[in-house]
DNA sequence: GCTATTGTTCGAAAATTATCGAACTATCAA
DNA sequence: TTGATAGTTCGATAATTTTCGAACAATAGC
């Protein structure tokens, strides 16, 4: 498909970092991420159609929390751990060491 | 005036945290609060109108970041600093120790 | 070329949140 | 009791987000 905004380090925004992850959808997304390593859109798939799936991903790409490129037909993802443990020390896993909450359907 | 609701920590959610944090007034608050220890609404005042400001230290308060009694006509604010500790550990400080940036007015 | 697969983008509708003035409540002080 | 001060609540409007289907774009394989 076509190229990604990916913030750089120095534009991360702390509110828009937090504002992505305070969705319930996206910290899932962002927790499967942590485990997973990396991972397809489909395979992160949230029980919505593509679109709102799409729109999330959106949120966090810009927010500069994941990384995506193309891969074939598929776009992979993956966290920017080392950029956020930059910008922000300590934040990541902090919010990935939190318990996890239900994820509503 | 009356008594507040502050959720017990058993009831703190990581995404209502992430999510008042997440707004730029809300922030300033946060940070003033941590660096005078306490406050009263009146001088944690971001230039807006009372019922703007009261509806943040609501978002705030029900999140569970902040304490709020009464003392005489005027409310006295401050961070639950421990309880926060406690439930996500590290996670106030981050925030606290992130370049501040400009709030709108 | 055609077809299937993967996601994005668009547009509109629904839901949430923010904003502010006005009315209100509670406390203190004279 | 009157007045002043501090902040909440209400109600309405504005602004932002979320959600989803439909149309689209890009790649891969036949």
């Not at 970092?17 to 485990?35: E, T």
């Not at 966090?60 to 037909?73: P, Q, Y």
């Not at 300590?90 to 239900?102: D, F, N, Y």
């Amino acid at each position: 498909m076509r190229q990604f905004r990916h913030p750089a380090p120095s534009e991360i925004q702390l509110e828009s970092v937090l504002y992505a992850l305070s969705d319930p959808m996206r910290l899932s997304i962002v927790r499967q991420l942590a485990r997973e390593g990396e991972a397809t859109c489909a395979a992160l798939d949230g029980g919505r159609p593509k679109s709102s799936m799409s729109h999330h991903f959106r949120i966090l790409r810009e927010a500069g929390i994941i990384k995506t490129r193309n891969s074939g037909t598929s776009h992979m993802n993956e966290l920017r751990r080392q950029d956020l443990e930059n910008v922000f020390p300590g934040l990541l896993s902090i919010v990935l060491k939190a318990p996890e909450t239900e994820v509503a359907r």
